[in-house]
């Protein structure tokens, strides 16, 4: 092996060995999904849904709907219908299904 190749193949093990943490570290940081705005009523998609930021429908709510995906107690949830928002777990869609 010639000097050159020596220290370039070193360079290289050098630029690994510092990349390699550096990519498992980025797959610890924070999720940005929780700064998702609240969903605004007055957008189309909801206004075809009938979402209702507070429920009137006695029993259904976002929070036991099958399609909310906040844990239980959040007061906001991601729901895949509303990809770019996040809903209010007293809030109601006609797309609601119970949970089972």
């Known amino acids: 092996m010639t000097d050159k190749s020596r220290r370039k193949f070193n360079k290289l093990l050098g630029t690994g060995l510092v990349a390699v943490p550096i990519a498992g ?3 610890t940081l924070p999720s940005r999904a929780a700064d ?14 009938q979402y209702m930021a507070e429920s009137d429908k006695k029993g259904k709510i976002c ?32 797309a609601w299904v119970a949970k089972a």
Do not use: R, Y
């Open 25 to 27: 570290l980025m797959g």
């Open 36 to 49: 998702k705005p609240l969903l605004d009523a007055g957008t189309a998609q909801a206004k075809a849904l």
């Open 63 to 94: 929070g036991n709907c099958t399609l909310f995906q906040g844990a239980a107690g959040d007061e906001t949830g991601p729901c895949p219908l509303f990809g770019e928002n996040v809903v209010s777990s007293k809030a109601w869609c006609s």
